[in-house]
Each structure stands twice: as structure tokens, then as C-alpha cells.
């Protein structure tokens, strides 16, 4: 797979600065796609082209294609002719204004055909045919998807053009926007194997784009089309790091198959996934579907849709892992199995203790359950005191308020609050045991307000990556049979882990 790095320039740079830039492409990057409608208009590209050492593909990107670039066709055609000359691999031509360009100036094995709707047309595949037949290197499509109604004609489309030997395939499928992420691991191995990538994480020329270091993270123990497509579904899901450690475990254990994140609006569009074996959208797409983890705010939804659950779910009536199985679909919930594995690991006992979980959802019951089976005694809290009462009677627990809670040892955040580190009401009035241990199941970038109050408190704290890690490694032994490496697992979410398991 080739992977081209679309250059976006530092804000101010000069000529000099971009040329040094160019000299070091990201690892990974295959090819270099040069914007000429994010530089200086007066700026010489040759000494450019001349400095990168990855094969170029110049690209004027138009205003109505998102860009900067004019839209006036003679403009366009006098910069094309202007360039023409220049060494670069290919120029990336838009169908909608550029079609007159295509042998003159610009010889067509050195054309990239771009069409960039602003929705999935109905007849996307029929459009890219067309285009196809101009004979040009490439087709590239690029629409922009808003649901997964979308993600899933797009990747329809990507395997219906993927026919042809991979030698000889020129369609080049993506999307853009964060419900599109799937499309952008799964379009190079359906289609072309051609991904666009962004140059950095700061500095990224349409969203839902990744890195080439995180494309080859994510599928680069590929070479074609995965045996199986597993799933996180969520709203939102994009940023979900279950990719990153399952698609590690994948390559450890050789497995063909991937997993990726899909946007899911509403039960309607859940339900369409969750089906048997062979019946799920991603099946009646080409796309062998495996299994799919599903987070906030559709664990409860999904527990409806399962024929078979284990036992355990009974008391939550919430599942995290779903199995399409021939006849039947399959629920579970490996959530209960991140908790107690990441208290374990943690080496935090609560039985015959106090603690308190807050929240009153899916992952809050499972953390009531979790807790009663390590022999904790347990109490809820939450912002909403109808619902975390409803819960409490449904588990035989009490309620009790944040502030409350100073005799509980343990304490379970199951709600997004202080996520992003800012100061949270329900978090700020926790009062705890001395020496209490607090569990986040929310997870970021930066600590997270639990995390702040722990250390301020000399509390014992377990982050959501761990409990992430722990029923991640449950979840991917459920949906592949396959005992996973705990070290490789635990290294793609940035942790360490003593020894394997």
C-alpha cells in the first residue's frame, strides 16, 4: 500500500522552511501530495518538487472542492500549463472543472481524476465508471459521509471497483469527515492501494485523516482485503482507542482481519449491525462481519438485540460485546472483566468493603456487578437521582450522595464526567475513605478531573486505558477464540504490564 502524505504548511513558513520540511516526509509516507492552494500564490514550486524525495503529486485544490484554489477554468488551465513540465509522479485534476486538461497539457498516466461530492450520490459507482473509462492513472473519490448509511454504500462501491488484480485497480476510495474513518483503512485494501494520509496530527488537510504512522499501525499487517471486519459502535466512536490495541494483538497473533470504528446515530442503524452471522450490514456490503464492541450510549439498546447472553448480563440488561453467530446474536459484557482485572492488576482488594459507583448506565451496572463479585458491598450516585434509584432497586444496592461516601474504599466513575480534565460537581463533592482507590472508566488524552482529585487526595487511582486493556483482552479472546498477547495489547494504548498473560 502506498501511502501519500498530504504537505500542510506551517502557518507563515517561507520558502526555505518548506523545502527543509519537505526534505523529511513523515515515516511511512510513500508519496508526497504537494497542496498548491495552501501555498504562497507567487511561490516557485520547482525548487519544491526538487527538494522532496518522495514521488510528488501536485494538486490544485478548488474552493468548491473544499480548497483554496480559484474555480475559474482559464486560471486553473494556466497554472497546469505552467507546470506541466515538473517531475512530479502525477496532478491530481478535479472531474467537475478540469476534464479539458486531461492530454493537454497533462498526459493522462500522470492524472489523478478527484471527485469530491459534498454527499454520497446515489450513483457514485456509476459516476466513477465513467470517470474510469478516461483512462487517467487514478479515479479518486473522495465523498463526504455523515452516517453509516453512507460508510456503508462507500464501502460497497470500494468493492465493487476492486475487482481487477491489484496491479491493474485505479479507484481510489475515501471519505472524508470522522464518521469516515472506516472507509480510510478499508478503501486501500478494497480498492487502490492508495491512502491518503495527513502530514501530522496538527496539521491534518481534511478530517477523519490519519497519520501514515497510524495507517500502518492500524492495517499494516495487511496486503488485501481482512478475513473479518470487526467494530466499536458509538456515538461518537472515531476517537475509540479499541483499534489501536486489537489491530495490534491481530498482528501478533497473524491474524488476517481488522478492526476499525463506525459511527452509529440511532438503535434503528444499531439494529442493522447487530444481526446473525452473514445478515449484518457489513455482510450485505462484501465485508465479513466478526463481531462488535459496543460503547456509550448503546449498551443497553444492544442487549435487546441479542438471542443469546451470558448470564451474567441478565442483572444488567447492558452488553459491550456482541457475536453474530450462524442463526443467532450473541451478547456479553467483558466490561465487568476490565474492572476486576484492572483492580487486580492494580492490586486493589475492595472485598468486604464500602464502595461507590457513579453513574447509571450500562457501564454502571456492569461496575455494580463487577464490584458484588469481587464480595464488595455497594452504593450509587449519580446526577440524575430517578435513574440511579430505578438501578439501585434493580441491583439490591443503595443510594447514597458523592459527598456521602466517606466510609466507601473504592470508587468507580462509569459517567464522562471530567473527561477533558475540567471541574465536575459530581466528582469535585466525592469524599472517600483515607487511602481509598478511585477507578475512571472514561479515558483522554490529558489526566482527567478523577485523576487530578486522586493525587490531590492521596488516593489510589486506576485510569480507563487499564480497564480498557482488561476487558479488551476478554473481548478479543470472545469474538476470535484466540488467547491475545497482554504485553502487545497493553503497549498499543501506551501501558506496560509486568509480564504477559
Not at 454 to 460: P, T
Request: with cysteine; charged share 20%; net charge neutral.
Amino acid at each position: 500500500m502506498d501511502i501519500v502524505a498530504t504537505f500542510v504548511p506551517a502557518a507563515g513558513a517561507h520558502s526555505t522552511a518548506l523545502a527543509a520540511e519537505l526534505t523529511r516526509p513523515p515515516a511511512g509516507a510513500t508519496v508526497v501530495e504537494l497542496r498548491a492552494d495552501l501555498l504562497p500564490p507567487d511561490l516557485e514550486l520547482a525548487p519544491l518538487v526538487a527538494a522532496c524525495p518522495r514521488p510528488v503529486v501536485l494538486t490544485l485544490r478548488s474552493r468548491a472542492e473544499g480548497g483554496r484554489a480559484t474555480d475559474d477554468p482559464s486560471v486553473r488551465r494556466r497554472f497546469f500549463e505552467r507546470v506541466a513540465a515538473l517531475p512530479v509522479m502525477a496532478f491530481d485534476l478535479e472531474a467537475a472543472r478540469d476534464l479539458d486538461l486531461v492530454d493537454r497539457p497533462l498526459p493522462r498516466d500522470r492524472v489523478v481524476l478527484s471527485t469530491h461530492p459534498s454527499v454520497v450520490p446515489a450513483d457514485l459507482e456509476a459516476q466513477a465508471r465513467v470517470l474510469l473509462e478516461r483512462g487517467t492513472r487514478f479515479v479518486k473519490l473522495a465523498p463526504a459521509v455523515d452516517g453509516l448509511d453512507d460508510v456503508l454504500e462507500v464501502l460497497r462501491v470500494a468493492g465493487a471497483l476492486g475487482g481487477e488484480p491489484v496491479s491493474q485497480r485505479r479507484a481510489v476510495v475515501l471519505a472524508t469527515g470522522e464518521a469516515g474513518r472506516a472507509i480510510r483503512l478499508l478503501g486501500p485494501l478494497l480498492a487502490a492501494p492508495l491512502a491518503y494520509a495527513a502530514w501530522s496530527p496538527d496539521r491534518v488537510a481534511a478530517p477523519g485523516q490519519y497519520t501514515p504512522e497510524e495507517l500502518l499501525a492500524l492495517v499494516g499487517h495487511l496486503a488485501g482485503a481482512p478475513g473479518r471486519v470487526f467494530a466499536v459502535l458509538g456515538r461518537p466512536a472515531s476517537r475509540s482507542l479499541s483499534p489501536w490495541m486489537h489491530n495490534a494483538a491481530y498482528r501478533a497473533l497473524g491474524l488476517p482481519d481488522l478492526f476499525v470504528s463506525l459511527e452509529v446515530a440511532n438503535s434503528d442503524e444499531l439494529g442493522k449491525l447487530l444481526q446473525p452471522a452473514g445478515l449484518t450490514a457489513l455482510d450485505r456490503v462484501g465485508l465479513r462481519a466478526g463481531g462488535f464492541a459496543v460503547t456509550m450510549p448503546w449498551k443497553e439498546v444492544a442487549w435487546g438485540y441479542c438471542s443469546v447472553v451470558a448470564p451474567r448480563t441478565a442483572r444488567l440488561r447492558a452488553v459491550n460485546t456482541v457475536l453474530p453467530r450462524l442463526g443467532k446474536v450473541v451478547g456479553d459484557c467483558t466490561d465487568i472483566d476490565g474492572i476486576t482485572g484492572a483492580l487486580l492488576a492494580a492490586q486493589v482488594r475492595v472485598g468486604g468493603g464500602l464502595a461507590v459507583v457513579l453513574g447509571a448506565g450500562g457501564s454502571a451496572r456492569a461496575a455494580v456487578v463487577a464490584l458484588q463479585e469481587a464480595g464488595c458491598k455497594v452504593a450509587v450516585a449519580g446526577r440524575d437521582r430517578s435513574k440511579v434509584a430505578a438501578m439501585a432497586g434493580e441491583l439490591g444496592v443503595e443510594v447514597i450522595e458523592p459527598a456521602d461516601a466517606g466510609r466507601c474504599i473504592a470508587a468507580v466513575n462509569a459517567t464522562p464526567a471530567g473527561l477533558d480534565g475540567t471541574s465536575s460537581d459530581l466528582l469535585d463533592s466525592l469524599r472517600l475513605a483515607p487511602s481509598a482507590a478511585v477507578v475512571d472508566l472514561p479515558y483522554g488524552p490529558g489526566p482527567t478531573r478523577l485523576q487530578m482529585l486522586a493525587k490531590r487526595n492521596a488516593w489510589k487511582y486506576v485510569g480507563g486505558r487499564e480497564v480498557l486493556l482488561w476487558q479488551g483482552v476478554a473481548q478479543l479472546a470472545a469474538m476470535t477464540g484466540v488467547a491475545p498477547s497482554v504485553r502487545v495489547m497493553a503497549s498499543a494504548l501506551g501501558l506496560v504490564v509486568e509480564e504477559d498473560a
